[in-house]
């Protein structure tokens, strides 16, 4: 499994792991879907930070990013 951590910004995740772009989207972050949103507020959001906005646990992104080949490397939010 490819490791992610919820403190890099979405840009860096994305830049890292391009495949993990529509793991994000489909989890509720589809402005995320834009590249000019990935450009700018991907380059200062964490996927943590935007879990919290959007309302997500950690625990449906470990089991969507796990779902999708994805370790995350923190134990909690």
């Known amino acids: ?7 890099d910004t979405v840009y860096d995740t994305v830049s890292k ?24 507020a991907g ?3 964490t996927l943590g930070k935007a879990a919290k906005q959007f309302g997500i646990s950690y625990e449906t992104i470990v089991t969507t990013m796990q779902n999708n080949g994805f370790q995350v490397k923190e134990k909690h939010l």
């Open 43 to 45: 380059r200062m959001m």
């Open 1 to 7: 499994m490819k490791e992610i951590s919820l403190n």
């Open 17 to 40: 792991h391009p495949e993990v772009r529509e793991v994000i989207v489909g989890l509720g972050f589809s402005p995320l879907r834009d590249d000019k949103m990935l450009q700018t």
